[in-house]
Structures are given as C-alpha cells and as structure tokens.
C-alpha cells in the first residue's frame, strides 16, 4: 500500500524573525494564507489517500500541525523528541508504518518547497511509485536541473536508463550520490550539465523493508533504536521508549547514512527519476520575495500593509495585520515585521541573518529565537 511522509521539521533561521521556535518557517501562513506544511500536504492529493499520509515534526509543534492541517489525524503525527536529522526522520517513520503495513511503500516530502506545476509534479511522483512497486530493491530519489554550482545539495551522477523507463528516458541508474561536494567538483558537476548529474531534491519512494535494510547494513546503532521504538509503537511504553531511545540516536542525514553507500551497494539499486519542474526552497527571504506579487518597481510585497515611495528591488512583509511599513528612497532591502521584532537588511547581506540569530540569542536573550 502506498504512504507518504512529509519532513516538516527545521528551524528556518534565515528566515527570522517571523520564523520562530514556536511557529518554524514550516508553520508561518505566509504563502498566499497558507503555510509551507499545507501547500506540501495538499500537493500530494489523488497520489496518496489523506487517511495514508504522515507528518514528521518536533513534538514541541504537535499543536500547531494539527491545527494547521484540519481533520488530521493525530495518530499520524510521529512527534520527535529532539531534531536527529533525516535518517532517523524516515527510518522512523518507516518502522512504525511497516509495523502495520510490512508491504509499504512509502514517498518522503519535505515541507520546504513550492513546486508547480503541481499536476506534473504527481505524475512524476507516480512514476516513482510505479517503479518501487515493479523493483522491491530501488530506492527512488527525485532529481532536480541544477542552476549554478551549489555545494548546498546533494549531486546525482546519472547512468543508463533504466530498462522500464528507457522508452521515454524518465528514470535513470544513478551511478553515483555525492552529498554535498566542494566548490571545485560541485563547478565540475554542473558544467557537466543535467543530462549527466542532477540535484537531490530530498524527496523520496521507497520500500519500508528496503530501507529498514539499508540502515541495518549501514548505521546498525540506528536500526536498533529504531526497531525498539517500533516494537513499543501502540503499547503504553511507547512515548516512554521514543523519549528514551530517540534523542540518543546518532544525528545524521539519509544522504550520508544511506543513498551514498546504497549508490554503490549491488543489493540494491538507487534510481534517478527527474523532476524537471519550477522547484523553489523557500529557506530565506530571497527565495520568499520569488513567490510575491511585484509591483513596477520590482519590489515584493508580502503579507501586511505596506506604503512604497521610490522604492526598489524591496522586500515587505508584516504578521502584524495593525501595522503599516512605510519608506521612501529605499533600494534593495529586506524589511521584515513581527509584533516582537523588526528585520531590515540589505539582500546582499541575506545570509548573514544566521549570525544576527546567534547574537540576538547572546544578547536579548533565547524569547525572541
């Protein structure tokens, strides 16, 4: 039967100060009215059954989830007690699903992404189902064409087509998974072009058992935490034993833990179904100000009211529905208003609002993190 997961942790600290850690970047109802975690949720319908789909999160947003997503059902909230990043993400919903359904398959989202179109977009998340469901041993990653040399994602090296796509060339061997590589060989990737690498899109179709093997072979420790929290699963001892075991599992990423050893593992087969569509992380206040409307001046106009007078190339937003952002002669910025705090930036400076979060931690205090 077929699952899906959708990630919706992460802090989201590039995009402060309406991101918070009550309400993360995931939950803020700043895309035309709907948050991040809706748009991810709605996305997936007639791919997968709404009464078949999980949400992986911090527990400490349990409310806010169920809130967000009306006529979710709470037995599908997989809480984590603490963030351990996306192997134990995926296996942990994995062990718990295949607890139920040992013959899942299951599709892994995240909650960051606007993806369009999205009629599109199902179609190539059937033809990942479609693939699993013919080949129990594939692990099926979604591919996006790069636009520059990032050395933020992951790198797909392409092989041959695979047999039961290779009419239409919509799926592909993927010869090698490189998390993450340095400037030079990211530079070396990407002047490759798409027809030879692609970026992950940390999106994925699976076996449960696949990848409950994968871990097995590959990050032992993890596995075994992870079949003790499934075997509690339902049973009085289990927000005990996820409290206990959870937090000690080791922290790291599914693309380290598993797709680059996976990639070169003869058990099983890692496979590139491309994704040749309008991907948008929305992880900062650039890429946000792409998904606003935009005046003749090439200024981004967010949530709120907002007064723009020869102004430029500005973004403006407010949660604040009683206050207004005004300016004249400004060009280039970001000007960002909560009800506790107001962001003015430089875009050029953009990625320095992780360090301004650290300081106002150090210096204000931990209320307004």
Not at 182 to 201: C, D, E, M, R, T
Not at 332 to 349: E, F, G, N, S, Y
């Amino acid at each position: 039967m077929r699952y899906a997961m959708i990630m919706a942790g992460g802090s989201g600290t590039r995009l402060w100060p309406m991101s918070r850690a009550r309400q993360p970047k995931q939950l803020i109802p700043f895309i035309g009215g709907k948050s991040l975690l809706q748009i991810a949720f709605d996305r997936i319908e007639g791919v997968v059954p709404a009464g078949q789909r999980y949400i992986c999160a911090g527990d400490v947003h349990r409310e806010g989830v169920l809130s967000s997503l009306k006529g979710f059902d709470e037995a599908r909230f997989l809480g984590e007690p603490t963030g351990r990043d996306t192997l134990n993400a995926v296996g942990y919903a994995a062990a718990v699903i295949a607890r139920q359904d040992p013959e899942a398959i299951i599709a892994v989202f995240t909650a960051d992404h606007i993806i369009e179109p999205v009629d599109q977009f199902r179609a190539i998340v059937e033809k990942g189902f479609s693939i699993v469901e013919a080949d129990a041993e594939a692990l099926v990653t979604f591919g996006i064409s790069p636009t520059h040399a990032a050395t933020a994602y992951g790198y797909l090296q392409l092989g041959a087509p695979l047999t039961s796509a290779s009419k239409d060339k919509q799926a592909f061997i993927v010869d090698q998974f490189r998390e993450k590589p340095p400037v030079h060989i990211a530079s070396q990737y990407f002047a490759a072009g798409p027809q030879k690498y692609l970026w992950n899109s940390g999106m994925f179709v699976w076996r449960a058992s696949t990848l409950l093997d994968c871990i097995a072979r590959y990050r032992p420790s993890n596995h075994q935490g992870l079949m003790q929290i499934a075997e509690a699963w339902s049973s009085a001892n289990q927000q005990s034993t996820l409290a206990q075991v959870y937090p000690k599992l080791e922290k790291v990423s599914v693309d380290y833990a598993v797709m680059e050893p996976a990639s070169k593992d003869a058990k099983v087969k890692v496979v590139a179904v491309p994704m040749p569509l309008s991907w948008l992380d929305v992880g900062s206040w650039p890429a946000f100000a792409e998904t606003c409307e935009k005046d003749e001046h090439d200024n981004a106009k967010g949530q709120g009211q907002h007064v723009l007078v020869n102004t430029h190339r500005t973004l403006v937003a407010s949660s604040d529905p009683n206050h207004v952002i005004a300016t004249v002669g400004c060009d280039d910025l970001i000007i960002i208003h909560t009800p506790q705090a107001t962001l003015v930036c430089r875009k050029d400076q953009a990625e320095s609002i992780k360090q301004l979060h650290t300081k106002i931690g150090e210096q204000i205090g931990s209320e307004l993190l």
